[in-house]
């Protein structure tokens, strides 16, 4: 396969591609979302080929997972040597290497001096279940502070903790009680303003809210846990103020209540450091992970400060999580994210922000770029002067970009995340700001 080029030989979907697709809507559950008919059959490094021949750049990275992009040869080599051995053995209640191998070192490279615990899960919205365990068991109380535009994942407790869009909640309440959402400090769009365009002080707003919440209607004393995504995933990749961060740092030192961050789509060096924290300054009780830590293997993680993970034996367990196979994958991931990948997310990183704020300054529809690493946001507005959001130009920049070969996901309200595997270089970068700078010029300008 190509490394580097997209080439679109069937317009998609093409004829075995229509095939798969007809039977996957004959059998699978309607509430798949499937946003554009992608048909994968192989990938290598960036690069994905689909059924008909078809050849993409992938930005989107599987939803940040492909870490390591696609069937990296010492990621499948791991697989392959752990899966020749044993394929399963339950963790909770048997031993072997690579789990505790991997439990250790994930316990020292977590953000903070104290000794870690680690808790091993199949998924992301596993990890947040279990993290809701894990504080209400250790303070011995219920409340939890979330933020608006959080994603946390779509079983139960998840999607009680996340607000970025009604319909993860439509229909399946009652949800869980003692969930209290609070503005998250959004430098360009205050949450908080009806003219958010007119805010000056976004910081302040969102800090105004939490007092009054303590004040009016919750005790501080009260709280379990602060649930917080370092960086806004589906909600955005909106990086907050540090300061925004450190107050809910001091409010849990004060408090007594457990920081959790949910760093399953900003960690394992997707922002040029393992953790979005660390770039934040800011180091958390529990760290929450998944999509990349495997290269695509269902793996998450719950990291907590050993003097937090206090539950008591028995009160947790997984029969899947931290899979053998999973394992091998995860400590091969680690190996090139250390190795070089974290630092080649950080120089192509900078130059990919470079490259789209160049597209920034040639159309007035981008209004906002953020983000750190390869975990780039670049948000649409109809207007830069009243900042109103370009609903419904997402999913039309994806189809276009996607006709091209250059696979892109949006997120938010109107933005389009930059989330492609951290192997790729300064000529898989510009050749994807090519295309986005061709999709931009062909979609509907605002009047």
Request: net charge neutral; hydrophobic share 40%.
């Amino acid at each position: 396969m190509a490394k580097n080029y997209p080439h679109i030989q069937t317009p998609p979907p093409g004829p075995n591609a229509r095939r798969i697709i007809a039977q996957d809507q004959r059998y699978a559950s309607p509430s798949y979302i499937k946003e554009y008919p992608l048909v994968v059959a192989r990938g290598a490094g960036p690069m994905i080929e689909d059924v008909d021949g078809n050849r993409y750049l992938d930005f989107m990275a599987g939803i940040a997972v492909a870490s390591t992009g696609h069937a990296h040869p010492a990621v499948v080599s791991a697989i392959e040597s752990a899966a020749r051995k044993f394929l399963h053995i339950c963790s909770t209640d048997f031993y072997y290497e690579s789990f505790g191998t991997l439990c250790e070192r994930l316990a020292k490279l977590a953000p903070g001096p104290e000794p870690k615990r680690v808790f091993l899960t199949n998924s992301g919205t596993e990890a947040n279940e279990g993290a809701i365990k894990l504080a209400r068991a250790h303070t011995k109380r219920q409340n939890i502070i979330a933020f608006r535009g959080a994603f946390h994942g779509r079983t139960m407790g998840a999607i009680s903790l996340g607000s970025s869009k009604v319909r993860y909640r439509h229909n399946f309440g009652p949800l869980l009680p003692g969930i209290y959402h609070l503005p998250y400090a959004d430098p360009y769009h205050c949450q908080v303003c009806r003219e958010p365009a007119s805010c000056t002080d976004s910081l302040a707003c969102a800090i105004n809210e939490a007092e009054a919440l303590f004040h009016e209607r919750l005790a501080p004393d009260e709280v379990a846990a602060v649930f917080m995504e370092p960086i806004l995933g589906e909600g955005g990749y909106v990086v907050p103020p540090k300061a925004f961060v450190q107050y809910w740092r001091d409010f849990c030192d004060e408090h007594g209540a457990v920081l959790v961050f949910d760093e399953v789509q900003s960690g394992v060096g997707r922002t040029g450091h393992m953790f979005a924290s660390q770039l934040l300054g800011v180091a958390p009780d529990v760290t929450l992970l998944a999509k990349g830590l495997a290269s695509g293997m269902p793996l998450g993680a719950i990291v907590a400060k050993e003097s937090v993970m206090t539950w008591e034996r028995g009160t947790h367990g997984s029969t899947f999580g931290g899979n053998p196979v999973c394992c091998a994958a995860a400590l091969a991931t680690l190996d090139l994210i250390e190795g070089s990948l974290m630092a080649n997310a950080r120089s192509v990183g900078a130059f990919l922000m470079n490259g789209v704020r160049e597209l920034q300054r040639k159309h007035d529809i981008i209004g906002d770029i953020r983000g750190a690493g390869l975990m780039i946001g670049v948000h649409f507005v109809r207007d830069r002067a009243t900042k109103e959001p370009y609903h419904g130009l997402v999913p039309e920049l994806e189809k276009a970009a996607f006709d091209r070969g250059l696979l892109l996901l949006g997120c938010g309200r109107s933005t389009i995340r930059l989330a492609p595997p951290l192997v790729i270089d300064e000529e898989d970068a510009t050749i994807a700001l090519r295309i986005l700078d061709e999709v931009i010029a062909s979609v509907r300008v605002p009047a």
